[in-house]
Each structure stands twice: as C-alpha cells, then as structure tokens.
C-alpha cells in the first residue's frame, strides 16, 4: 500500500510518522511518500520520520520529493495538508481583521476567507495531477478550511473526503472523562467544519445510551473550562459546542483578547524553528513532547482510521468527516459539504440521519453556508466584489463598512497568491 503525504515537509508530519508506525496494522503501508517544495524542511522531517519507524521497527519504506507527480504516482491515497503562504500568511490573517474590530483567525471570518482564496485553486492543481496519476486513489483533505476546500474538490468530482481533529478530540476526552475505550464513545456531531456541536455522546455506538445529559451534570464546569464559554452558556446549549464557536458566541471579547497579545502564527513559528533544530539531531528517533503544543492532536489516529476504511482495511465503522450532505440536512442544497458521522468504505462516506435541529443551530448552519457557497465562487472566480458579497455574508463581518475595509486589505495583504489581483 502506498501513500502520499502533500504537505510532508510540515513540521507535524512526525506526529502523523508515528500514528502511521503505531497502528501499522490497520494501515500495512509498504511505501510513504513525502512531497513538499521546501526541500531544506523536507530533509529534515523525512530524516526523522525514517528515525522514527526504524526505531519502531516498521518494514515500509519513507520517500521524500519535491515533484508532486512523481510522488503521487501509485499512491492509494493522498493526503492534503498543506499551507499556502506558509505561518507568514497565517499571520496576516489573523492580525489585519482586528484592524476593521473583526476576529483574525486562519480558518474563519476574513482571514478564513483569505486562507480559502490562496489554497482552493493550488489544492485542485494538485487533485488534477492525482486523478492524471492515478484515477482511483482517495484524496483525503486535512488542508483548512476544510469544508471549502473540500468541497470544490468534490464539485470538480475527485474522490475526497475531509477530514477534522476536533470530533476525535471530543471523543477523547469524554471517554477520559467517562472512564471507557475511546472507541466506545460515539458522537452525535453535526454542522459544519469549524461549526459543530455534539448533541450526543452514546456509548457503543449510534444507537447506544446517550450520556451527554450525566456528561454534562458531571463534567459541566471541565467541559465549559475546556471551551473557554461559561458554563451556564453550556448548560442552557444543552449540548456541546466546539470551541469554534467561541469566534461566534463570545465575538467581540475574542476581539479584545486577540488584540492583547501576539498571533498564534508568530507562536507557532517560533515554535516550528525550535521542532526544526529538532529534527536536525541525527539521535532523536521519536516525536519531541514540544509537538504536542503545535495543534492538530490526534490527527494521526483520524487519518489511519479514515484511510483504512477507504481502502478496504480495519477502520472503524463510523467516522466523523466532511462530505456532500446528500439530505442529510433537509435545510441544505444535496451539494453542501457538512461535517458528520458518516458510515465509510471502500465505495466512500454515506452520513448517518441526523434528527430535525434546534433553529439555533441550523439557522447559524445556514448562514455560514451561505457564505461558503460565495467564498468558493471567489475562490474559484476571483474579484474585488465577489469578495465583498462572500465577507458581507458572513455572520462574523456581516456589515457593508466593515466588508469594504476587509475586502481591501485581504486583497493587498493577499495579492501574490491571487493571480486575479
């Protein structure tokens, strides 16, 4: 089994390099390739990652290569994670947004949008050279925002799924907080990437118990400590949001505190510099406990389970992802790419039914939808005014001033990504 990484040389690839070694027996990868431009970063991580299952004593072979056909070529699946503009741009988004009193931040609001207008037409050059490469393979897509991104690849009809850390970080946690398996725990979890909630928390699958109701007498104030929300906004939810929600439930203090204090791309950039230095030690075999604070936890475990089941092997059952909505979502056009517990095999992912929604959810569902359809159309259009009507749509701008002064500064903030500009 081969497959591909697009995105390899990022400074989390190890993480991902041990959840491959660990669960080599629900994934059996005879060759992992690793594609990245960067080719100073890339021998890094590639070094470690070779350090990595050798010490682990896994048989497959690391390849690394900057030329994305040749590193596609034959693979089964190819991973999507990637960052256009690198943290330099991440940084941008997430600072000049606060100049129009917005929230910055890389997948949501303006600087979501930004991130989506550099990364929705490199991301389907690439699928392009994979279906040229190899029809069959999957296209599993970690590359945010994942709901955009994957839906123009589906609307350009390749074979992909998206793929989110945040439900199998939920499921983590509240099987610690329960005392049982993770794999015990399933998830009621519905919207839209970065936009869910679990209004469910059954045990043993989707028809078991549903504890979310003892969950939450027990677990309140951790759960709400966790979400940085308090908890009687929890309590009077009745369910569980993620702490992506905060952007949207507590706006205007998320403003002032972004404004308080260095961006998370300068923190993570430092903190890429230091994994670097890291992973240029011929003796470090294994990922340094500094990873953990780089974000994306669990990923590994997410993409073995997803792939595996993808391609015919031993994932589980049920698996959160982002797909078309096919119904599922009787509010949304069958082409929405919602985020959900879906059945996945070989054939793809088919979304469990999802009872009828509280109006407080499907309403802010439907609205960010919105916004997404006319972010792709930007995306995929370009131009100044498609722009302003995708920034106008969203709940986090909403404002014609504040759409004009966004719009504006992610053009000039952007304009080398965008060939339009």
Known sequence: MKLAVVGGGSTYTPELIDGFARLRDTLPITELVLVDPAADRLELVGGLARRIFAKLDHPGKIVTTSDVDAGVAGADAVLLQLRVGGQAARNQDETWPLECGCVGQETTGAGGLAKALRTVPVVLDIAERVRRANPDAWIIDFTNPVGIVTRALLQAGHKAVGLCNVAIGFQRKFAKLLDVAPSEVHLDHVGLNHLTWETGVRLGGPEGEDVLPRLLAAHGETIAEDLR??????????????????????HDEVVRELGTKPSRAAEVA????????????????EKPALLAKRGGAFYSEAAVDLAASLLGGGGSPYQVVNTYNNGTLPFLADDAVIEVQAAVGPNGPVPLPVPPLDPLFAGLIANVTAYEDLALEAALRGGRDRVFKALLAHPLVGQHAYADGLTDRLIAHNREHLAWA
């Open 229 to 250: 929300l308090p908890l009687s906004v929890v309590d009077r939810l009745g369910v569980v949001p993620s702490y992506y929600l905060r952007y949207f439930y507590a």
């Open 270 to 285: 430092a903190m890429e510099k230091e994994l670097l230095e890291m992973y240029g030690d011929p003796a470090l075999d």
